[in-house]
T-cell receptor, first 113, second 113 residues
Framework: DSGVTQTPKHLITATGQRVTLRCSPRSGDLSVYWYQQSLDQGLQFLIQYYNGEERAKGNILERFSAQQFPDLHSELNLSSLELGDSALYFC????????????FGPGTRLTVL | GENVEQHPSTLSVQEGDSAVIKCTYSDSASNYFPWYKQELGKGPQLIIDIRSNVGEKKDQRIAVTLNKTAKHFSLHITETQPEDSAVYFCAASNFDSWGKLQFGAGTQVVVTP
């Protein structure tokens, strides 16, 4: 158990809908990273927050957005969902002062029908 | 941007034998190289990492080597056991990119008794 929690574990929804994925980092970690894992694209970095501020962005679609709240939990919002958005979404957190060690949560499996 | 290639994509070994997975990276600024193990239905688990000022690091049965000149790094698992069966991912990042990880495509390791 990495100490990173993600909810929900599974999410099934229809095209065009909007969903919110939630992540709670390990106690004391200030950085939260979001990754998408799909069969054809592998593990892809989406976006990173550090202590409430966006720090880095990957190939994140404009339909996707994220935020980190004062209690350091983070939410990833996916809107106008398409079939191709079906994937595993992982959150990872990193200890304050150690930029690169990232500990992953169990993921949210999103299925868009 | 950074590109990480990983080989082989699948690896079958007999219990007790050694397994080696190799990765190459393209960005000479990369200075942090973690390895993750992902079991079915779980998030990636950090198993070992190496920074660019070190050539080799060992932790019990696993070791990682880094050749900065050739821009490649390898994971070595000795005395493999059935519980080592999983997908292994290499990754690279640098401190300037706020730690976002660029992952290899993964290696499915199967250890047969």
């Amino acid at each position: 158990d990495s100490g990173v929690t993600q909810t929900p574990k599974h999410l099934i929804t229809a095209t065009g809908q909007r969903v919110t994925l939630r992540c709670s980092p390990r106690s004391g970690d200030l950085s939260v990273y979001w990754y998408q894992q799909s069969l054809d694209q592998g593990l892809q970095f989406l976006i990173q927050y550090y202590n409430g501020e966006e720090r880095a962005k990957g190939n994140i679609l404009e339909r996707f957005s994220a935020q980190q709240f004062p209690d350091l939990h983070s939410e990833l919002n996916l809107s106008s969902l398409e079939l191709g958005d079906s994937a595993l979404y992982f959150c990872a957190s990193s200890p304050a002062g150690v930029v690169n060690e990232q500990f992953f949560g169990p993921g949210t499996r999103l299925t868009v029908l | 941007g950074e590109n990480v290639e990983q080989h082989p994509s699948t690896l079958s070994v007999q219990e007790g034998d050694s397994a080696v997975i190799k990765c190459t990276y393209s960005d000479s600024a990369s200075n942090y190289f973690p390895w993750y193990k992902q079991e079915l239905g779980k998030g990636p688990q950090l198993i070992i990492d190496i920074r660019s000022n070190v050539g080799e690091k060992k932790d019990q049965r696993i070791a990682v080597t880094l050749n900065k000149t050739a821009k490649h790094f390898s994971l070595h698992i000795t005395e493999t056991q059935p519980e080592d069966s999983a997908v292994y991912f290499c990754a690279a990042s640098n401190f300037d990119s706020w730690g976002k990880l660029q992952f290899g495509a993964g290696t499915q390791v199967v250890v047969t008794p």
